[in-house]
């Protein structure tokens, strides 16, 4: 049994047609899958904001971001109260590090954080490391708060963030490095 050319040139259009068609879906989905990375990439970059919403007050959340910027040596420059919340500005580096507190409740609290290098640049990654660190405090502050029951909730509210004479606080900090030099 020989098969003529037209048999042959149909039997290969009809493998190529089954070829296309099982491979259309994948493409599909690569292609969605490629556009939902990119997008959530741009997206972050475009802005540059990291944002997390925390299951506890403003206070709370606030005593983290002190903690927060101790531990990442975050020189805050000014606290700002505004409309439901504050607005923590400091440097880090070369970076200008914003941090904006908002009371959606009395337990939930939203947060945004940019870090900035100039007026087109954003860095995204630090913003979101900032907000990582902020919940690692908030996970010590309630570790600190079970064992120490309610002496540690009042502490943790002194922990709030005043503005205090850098001048001074970096004599004293001089004069505690010498004192645990000697």
Avoid: W
């Amino acid at each position: 049994m020989t098969m003529t050319n037209s048999s042959k040139h149909l039997i290969r259009i009809a493998a190529c047609a089954a070829v296309m068609l099982s491979l259309n879906g994948c493409a599909a989905l690569a292609v969605s899958l490629a556009g939902a990375g990119a997008g959530a990439g741009i997206s972050h970059q475009v802005n540059g904001t990291a944002s997390r919403t925390f299951s506890e007050p403003l206070d709370r959340v606030d005593s983290a971001v002190l903690l927060t910027s101790k531990r990442l040596k975050i020189d805050i420059d000014t606290v700002e109260a505004v409309d439901n919340g504050q607005i923590t500005k400091g440097k880090v580096g070369d970076l200008a590090v914003t941090i904006e507190l908002q009371t959606l409740s009395s337990n939930l609290t939203r947060v945004n954080v940019t870090a900035r290098k100039n007026m087109l640049m954003l860095d995204g990654a630090t913003a979101q490391e900032i907000v990582s660190q902020m919940e690692r405090s908030l996970s010590n502050l309630a570790s600190t708060d079970n064992s120490r029951g309610k002496a540690g909730e009042a502490q943790s509210k002194d922990t709030r963030y005043t503005p205090t004479d850098t001048s001074s606080s970096k004599k004293s900090n001089a004069r505690s490095k010498k004192q645990n030099t000697i």
